[in-house]
């Protein structure tokens, strides 16, 4: 099962998931991303792998010009229940060449970077930035993979207590890994942000830059 195959049977679930809060981390990881955004302090931001659209509420409250785009067109059906500021874009359209009609000051991975073979979408988004913009990535800190290693894992989300259909592979990273990628894609790490819950690590953002 693909990405687009397992968020299109399972989008009506992950939007109870998240509009009944029922993933306690979440409290973290979304404060923590909009925080890092708003330190940003963009006019615009691209929510790229927007799911069902969360992020639009605090964007609004912050008077951001937002935009969210999703492979899901289940996900992006149920966004636009909340506003039309959502468009069904996969990751092999961008790296083929969609691009936003006005470049955003910010652009927003969050929890969206699945993939073994990412650099080609970063580059591409790289390319959606000026060189005063920042692309900011959240993701599965390293030290809670399975194994600090590079790899595939599945995710069949049995902890939730709605039911998910299938099971969604992942790629781990070690923070070198990250790090020496986003050096080939030619990003600059400004910042890493670790959100923690009780002294442990709820995931890693990275704040980065094109390097001029």
């Not at 083929?96 to 580059?123: H, R, T």
């Not at 990628?181 to 400004?190: A, G, I, P, Q, S």
Request: with cysteine.
């Amino acid at each position: 099962m693909d990405y687009e195959d397992f968020w299109n049977q399972n989008a009506n679930n992950w939007a109870t998931v998240i509009n009944e809060n029922l993933i306690p981390s979440r409290s973290v990881t979304n404060l923590a991303i909009v925080s890092e955004i708003l330190s940003q302090k963009p006019k615009s931001v691209l929510d790229i792998g927007c799911g069902e659209g969360w992020l639009l509420a605090p964007m609004t409250q912050a008077n951001i010009k937002y935009m969210g785009i999703d492979g899901s067109f289940k996900l992006i059906e149920i966004a636009n229940q909340k506003a039309h500021f959502f468009i069904h874009v996969n990751y092999k359209e961008i790296i083929n060449g969609w691009q936003p009609s006005e470049k955003p000051d910010v652009v927003v991975f969050n929890f969206a970077l699945l993939d073994e073979n990412i650099m080609p979408l970063l580059k591409s988004v790289s390319n959606f930035i000026d060189n005063n913009g920042a692309i900011l990535i959240q993701t599965l800190h390293p030290h809670n993979l399975p194994n600090y290693e590079n790899g595939w894992n599945e995710e069949d989300f049995k902890t939730m207590t709605i039911p998910f259909q299938g099971k969604m592979p992942w790629y781990g990273r070690t923070k070198e890994s990250w790090i020496s990628l986003f050096e080939l894609c030619n990003l600059k790490v400004n910042q890493v942000v670790e959100p923690s819950i009780e002294g442990k690590p709820a995931s890693i953002i990275f704040n980065l830059t094109k390097i001029i």
